[in-house]
């Protein structure tokens, strides 16, 4: 295989290869790089017949006709660098590397698509937000959890509910039973809540029933009796009280959330 030459494949390119025609104002006016914008189209300015007549500091990788990219500086000015293709933007730049290590600004004038997790040891600020760590965590403390949505009946009004709270972390189950005598709980359920803490509201549905009642209660089914009908018709909600999780602490000392003296699932002492 024969030795590779750069001379081969490229050139270098600059002021030094006009013959003293070169007006550097002229050239920068005609330019007029930004920093965070789009690059010059220098390779106007570059002949396709390769005789690389820029008028740019450059260092250009040449494939054929049409068909090279160039690291280049407008006009003599070292204080920025551009790497652009001939046809203006580079299709796709890549680099290969297990760490990369970027000091100063990153200006992104297009979207940035993560394949990985985001790591920051810093805070992260955004244009009209702020620190979003600190908003996070004001957002899991909220003295009521609301959400907010454009309104779906009103036009130019929006709508607001806000959660349910109570002194535990508790989980609902709802619907009717149409001539049943059995509430079928979620599967999940025996894993998910402590069966002592399992209650149930009725409501009769169809017909007048004020002798419904509970006739037993399991972390699988309610069974629900009737001392009026032979068949059930009503609307039920069961509640209980999560058991994967500690048992809520309702009041204690402190100053901020991070003095929750009971398990930390907001993640707060870690931040």
Known sequence: MPAFKFK????????????????????????EPAVGGKPPKWSQDLATDTSFSLTDLAMVLFHNQGDYVGFYSP?????????????????????????????GKIIANDSIIVNGAISANVSIMLAGVG?????????????????????????????????????????????????????QLPDYWKDLVHEDTITVQLTAWKHSDPTLYVKDITSE???????????????????????????????????????????????????
């Open 75 to 103: 006009g003599t000015s070292t204080q920025i660098v551009n790497l652009a293709h001939s046809a203006g933007e580079l299709p796709l730049f890549m680099v290969r590397s297990k760490n990369t290590i970027h000091t």
């Open 221 to 271: 089914k309610i069974t629900i009796g009737s001392e009026k009908l032979t068949k059930i018709y009503c609307h039920y909600t069961v509640y209980a009280e999560r058991k994967d999780m500690d048992k809520l602490i309702v009041e204690y000392e402190g100053q901020s959330l991070k003095d929750y003296p009971g398990q930390d699932w907001l993640n707060l002492r870690g931040q």
């Open 131 to 183: 620190d979003v760590a600190s908003n996070i965590i004001s957002a899991k403390a909220l003295p009521a959890k609301p959400f907010d949505i454009p309104h779906p009946s009103k036009e130019g009004h929006r709508l607001r509910h806000v959660s349910l709270e109570g002194p535990e972390i508790g989980v609902y189950f709802r619907g009717r039973l149409d001539g049943e005598h059995m509430i």
């Open 8 to 31: 081969d494949y490229g050139t270098f390119t600059g002021p030094q290869t006009l013959t003293g025609s070169y007006n550097y104002d002229e050239v920068s006016l005609e330019i």
